[in-house]
């Protein structure tokens, strides 16, 4: 299994308690990359406003915030590792030849 060994705090609310922290590991045997709120699938049915509010509002000030030193470095060693299937906590998991393009476009990453 590999992990990133530390935790990703965009921002701490009391004192060094972390708002949410990052995990993102991938299963070897079975090439599944699961996540946390790094990435997130919501279904077609989804109520089109929270879908515009979390694509559109959220995600690009969520990614801002990650955005910090040694982000690049962390985001290229998760794309460097062998997975075929991403498994978000939120929403429909995707799979196939271009899951890592799905993920590096929500990331705004260039692969």
């Known amino acids: 299994v590999g992990w990133i060994e530390e935790e990703r705090s965009p921002f701490k609310l009391l004192g060094d308690r972390p708002f949410f922290s990052e995990v993102v590991f991938v299963h070897k045997p079975s090439c599944v990359l699961l996540v946390t709120d ?4 919501y279904p077609a049915d989804a109520p089109a406003a ?4 979390m694509d559109r509002i959220y995600r690009p000030v969520y990614n801002g915030l990650m955005k910090q030193p040694g982000w690049e470095a962390k985001i290229a060693r998760i794309f460097a590792w062998e997975w075929d299937f991403l498994a978000p906590c939120h929403g429909e998991p995707v799979q196939g030849p271009d899951v890592k393009r799905v993920l590096a476009e929500h ?3 260039a692969l």
């Open 38 to 41: 790094l990435w997130w699938n």
């Open 50 to 53: 929270w879908k515009f509010g």
């Open 107 to 109: 990331l705004d990453y």
